[in-house]
């Protein structure tokens, strides 16, 4: 086993006191093992490994989450199943006579619900099955970054410990399927799971991904009977997801929903060592849906068809991204892989990027801008430019410690400041405007609020929640 690079001395990380939108839950990751285990990184990432282990640490200390945490059972009256609801039902209670005394079950059974595309059901996640798994796993993927970054072997500990309570522990573990996720509530609902469901366990990439690194970093803690019973688990689940009526409608969907299912399966396949399953995944991706994802301009008219359009361009780029990551994983390389029109994910990223995001959260397209710079290089500086306007603070983020190489744009973000953001003010540019207008909220309220500091992709942690 390497040694560590460097062991970063993290007691400054104490002085915050984080809460819980500052820090970004990616929809879907997939890191280059190799780059973990190198350890010899590019000091201008300091800073963003700071986040990181931030990060691990606040997650860390919300958890564990388990299918348990929930007060209403699926429909099967098994408490190990996952439940969800849809989120964009809306009930309409004008089909029963004396609606305001009916109860929250009789609204749930009598009431008529309205799919309404972008708009939340208000009482939604009163079964949080979804945000549950989703802080599960960024708990996984942040601390596993975390121990890689550290050494410290108590950050594996808690991945061990968390993906034992969420998928394995014989009093809490989840069955390995997803026939109850966003059922449809109502007089003429679903009962059973819908196949939209399947997008809620988006963040399995960022699981499987942190397996193959503690794996891959002889972790003490990730022991060959936990490898293997969590091996064992997964092998139930893609089986789901590849036979299951509702895994293969997913699997059929054409816009984002079919990408985070491929997604899904293919890094649970790479996770598993079945390098030719994982391989015949992303061939049946770019020889099926993806081919009509992307036209000629760079536009994805699935997504922009939808109601909010920017938030839909990047979150399907982000999964497409994370399918060519995996694709890297196995020794292929997709990126050039062109759509019909053909056009490629770098297309796709460079169209949306003057797009004004209208209603929708800026922040969720940076992490791909800087994904696309860092695979196929920013020879003009163009990308890290943007990055620069639109959020000043893109080095301290997260993911520029694993979107690399990137450059900084000459932005200092410095310790001082993490420490300090009544201090100066500014971060120090050199070339480019560090105070661009349209950036996101958090980014420009972080010198004046301690406890927001640099984390500030708030619209990723909230809204990436559940949405179909
Ligand atoms: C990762 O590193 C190992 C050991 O140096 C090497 O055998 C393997 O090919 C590398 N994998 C990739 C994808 O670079
Ligand atoms: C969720 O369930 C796990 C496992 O039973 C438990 O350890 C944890 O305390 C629960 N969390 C909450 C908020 O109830
Ligand atoms: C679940 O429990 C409810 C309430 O006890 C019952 O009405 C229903 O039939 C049960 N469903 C199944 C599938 O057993
Ligand atoms: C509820 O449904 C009724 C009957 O279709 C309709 O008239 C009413 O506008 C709906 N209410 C809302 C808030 O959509
Ligand atoms: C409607 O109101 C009547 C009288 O108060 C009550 O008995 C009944 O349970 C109500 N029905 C619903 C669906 O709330
Ligand atoms: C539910 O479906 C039945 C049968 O199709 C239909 O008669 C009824 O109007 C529907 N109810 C509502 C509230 O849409
Ligand atoms: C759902 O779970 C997430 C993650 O634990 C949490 O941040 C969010 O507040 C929860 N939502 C509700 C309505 O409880
Ligand atoms: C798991 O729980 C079931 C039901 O509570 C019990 O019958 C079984 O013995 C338990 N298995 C283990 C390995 O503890
Ligand atoms: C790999 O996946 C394929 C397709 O799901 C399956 O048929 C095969 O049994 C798997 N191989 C192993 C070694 O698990
Ligand atoms: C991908 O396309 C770029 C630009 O056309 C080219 O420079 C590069 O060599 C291509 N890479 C592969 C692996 O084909
Ligand atoms: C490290 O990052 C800086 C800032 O982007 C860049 O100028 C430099 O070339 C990088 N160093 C290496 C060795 O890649």
Redesign the pocket.
Known sequence: MRAFGRLLTFGLVTVASPTAAQFTSYISEFIRVNYTLDGNWNSSTSVAQETIVNAAQWFAAQGPWSVMNKTYLAPSNDSHDYLSWAPYYIANCSNVQNTTELTPQQIWTECDYVNEDGVFSPDVRLVNDTGNFQAMSDAVFYNTLAYRITGDVSYANTVVWFIDIWFLNNATYMNPNLDYAQVVRGVNGSHGGTHYGVLDLHGMTKVASAVLVLRASQAAAWTSSLDQAFSAWCTEYVNWLTTSTLGLGELASTNNHGTFAFNQVAAIQAMLGNSSAAKATLNQYFNGIYQNQIIANGDQPLESARTRPYHYRAYNAAAVITIHRIGDYLGL?T??TTTAAGANIQTAVDFAMPIAPGADAPDELYPDVAAIASH?GDPTGKYAAWLAQKDPLYPAEANFFWSQPLGDSGLKVTEEQLLNPNGTGTSTASGSSATGGSTKSGAMQAWATPSVMLFSMTALALGAVGLI
């Open positions: 390389n990126w050039n196929f």
